[in-house]
C-alpha cells in the first residue's frame, strides 16, 4: 500500500518535470534539439559538422517567414533537408501537394509540432535571417542569451 503509494508519487512527480519542460521550450532550444546545427552550424551560418551533410547559411536564405515554415515542416524532397513537422505529407500537406505517402528520397528529421515550427521560425527571423556578420548579441541568442559564453567571445560587439 504505502509503496503503490510512493510509485504513484513519483510517476507525478515525472509527469510535473516533463510537462513544463516541453510546454517552454524556446526556439534556441527546438533548433538545438532538433540537430538543425548539424548541418547548418552552431549559429546557422553553415558551418556544420564534416560528418553531416552541409546545409546552407539560413543567415543568408531569401525566404520569408512563410517559405521558411514551408521548408522546415515540409523538408526538400530529393536532397538532405529533412522534414519537421509530424505528420508531413501524411496528415498535412505539402508544396500543395495532396495529403499521401511521404515522397521518394524525403528524408525524416526531429518531429515537431506546428507551434514549435512557429517557435522556431520567430526565432531564426528575428536572430538570423539577414545577419550575416555575426556579433556577439546574436551568438548569445543560440547561447541562453549569455554574450560571455566561451563560443561568444571571438565575435564583435
Ligand atoms: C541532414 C542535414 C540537415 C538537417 C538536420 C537540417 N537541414 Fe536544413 N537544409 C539542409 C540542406 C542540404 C539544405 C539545402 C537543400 C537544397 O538543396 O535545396 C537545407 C535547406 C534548409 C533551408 C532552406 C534555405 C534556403 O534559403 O533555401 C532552411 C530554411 C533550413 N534548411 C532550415 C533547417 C532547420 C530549421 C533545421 C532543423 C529543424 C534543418 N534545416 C535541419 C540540410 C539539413
Redesign the pocket.
Given at each position: 500500500m504505502a509503496r503503490s503509494f510512493v510509485m504513484a508519487l513519483a510517476a507525478v512527480a515525472t509527469l510535473a518535470l516533463v510537462v513544463p519542460a516541453h510546454a517552454q521550450d524556446g526556439g534556441a532550444n527546438?533548433?538545438l534539439k532538433?540537430?538543425?546545427?548539424?548541418?547548418?552550424g552552431n549559429l546557422?551560418d553553415g558551418d556544420?559538422d564534416p560528418a553531416?551533410?552541409?546545409?546552407?547559411?539560413?543567415r543568408?536564405?531569401?525566404?520569408d517567414a512563410d517559405?521558411?515554415r514551408e521548408?522546415?515542416s515540409c523538408?526538400?524532397p530529393?536532397?538532405?533537408?529533412?522534414f519537421?513537422l509530424d505528420g508531413a505529407y501524411t496528415k498535412t500537406s505539402c508544396y500543395g501537394v495532396p495529403v499521401g505517402a511521404v515522397p521518394d528520397q524525403t528524408?525524416k528529421?526531429?518531429q515537431?509540432t506546428e507551434q514549435q515550427?512557429k517557435t522556431?521560425?520567430d526565432f531564426?527571423v528575428a536572430n538570423v535571417v539577414g545577419q550575416a556578420r555575426l556579433n556577439k548579441k546574436y551568438c548569445a541568442a543560440f547561447n541562453e542569451g549569455n554574450q560571455n559564453a566561451p563560443e561568444c567571445l571571438q565575435y564583435p560587439q
Open positions: 527546438v533548433w532538433s540537430a538543425c546545427a548539424n548541418c547548418h546557422a556544420g553531416y551533410p552541409p546545409g546552407p547559411s539560413l543568408k536564405t531569401k525566404l517559405l521558411l521548408t522546415i523538408g526538400r530529393g536532397t538532405k533537408m529533412p519537421h528524408a528529421g526531429a515537431l515550427i522556431l521560425v531564426l
